[in-house]
């Protein structure tokens, strides 16, 4: 399995290589998703999949495993331990989570690539941050059903911390907006593939990056800046996890962007091959 070690952690990667990916000023162009809170790379791998059947020659295409999800873990914990000791940040983890997916670039594509960020949920804050924290080679960025405010409360913090499973199979419940068990098994076994100190904390993290006004520091920075970095929203009504005008709101704050709202069931329908969602890729990447 491909693995880097960076920081005492080994971060697992799946790293498509183009056999043609300089544009025309001799620059390699990669693409990296980054998946959402309690996800894995297992949760991008169909759009990574259509990218690369797609544009597959002209693009590098990279899907990491966050910190401490799925497999990528410490150097030297058991993967099929769910109850991990480990130190994950207290404050300002979407940072901290940009940071390793920027190590993870750097060490597998070629100085100065051009890079193009798309991000579901979670990973759409992760993204806004990377822009924020390393913008010079950045492209294009698209984010999928993710804003600044996911109306995470503390009681469903708390909630998670004192009864996970029941917790986490009601979010997913409207994350899904089905009650059908088979579904709803899958998708606990998704999550589950992580350690439920990590999910947790992903909440807390994402809940933290609207509410301490980080995602407004970022999106200045960005405007005055980089206001050629072209942001691309996509959404849908009937989400029930992340709300419509937070990412009208948002779009409206960045200079360089627009959105795009497409006929997704839930909040996950967008990354399992929802047609309408590759149809928007291709407009992205084209654009």
Do not use: W
């Not at 917790?167 to 606990?188: H, Q």
Request: charged share 25%; aromatic share 12%; proline share 3%.
């Amino acid at each position: 399995m491909p693995y880097k070690e960076l920081n005492k952690i080994r971060i697992f990667y799946i790293f498509h290589k183009a056999s043609v990916a300089k544009d025309k000023d001799g620059k390699n162009r990669c693409i990296v998703l980054i998946h959402g809170a309690g996800g894995n790379h297992l949760s991008m791998l169909s759009i990574f999949n259509y990218i690369k059947k797609n544009f597959g020659k002209t693009f590098n295409i990279l899907v990491p495993d966050l910190p401490f999800h799925f497999r990528s873990l410490p150097a030297a914990a058991d993967p099929d331990d769910n109850k991990l000791n480990f130190i994950m940040p207290e404050n300002d983890g979407i940072s901290f989570y940009a940071k390793y997916i920027n190590s993870i670039a750097e060490e597998l594509m070629e100085k100065d690539a051009k890079i193009t960020l798309i991000g579901h949920s979670m990973g759409a804050q992760a993204c806004l941050k990377y822009a924020a924290l390393f913008p010079y080679n950045i492209e294009k960025i698209m984010l999928i059903a993710g804003c600044h405010d996911t109306g995470i409360s503390d009681s469903f913090i708390r909630s998670l911390e004192n009864s996970f499973d029941r917790t986490i199979t009601l979010f997913l419940k409207d994350a899904l907006g089905s009650r059908d068990k088979n579904i709803l098994k899958k998708a606990l076994a998704d999550i589950k593939r992580t350690p439920d100190s990590a999910v947790i904390n992903d909440f807390k993290y994402s809940q933290d990056y609207g509410k301490s006004q980080n995602y407004e520091k970022d999106v200045t920075f960005i405007n005055e800046n980089f206001k050629k970095i072209f942001f691309y929203f996509v959404y849908s009504e009937k989400d029930l996890i992340i709300k419509e005008k937070c990412i009208q709101d948002l779009s409206k704050k960045i200079i360089n962007s627009v959105i795009h709202n497409i006929p997704a069931k839930n909040h996950i329908d967008f990354l399992y091959g929802n047609y309408c969602m590759e149809k928007e890729i291709d407009k992205f990447l084209l654009t």
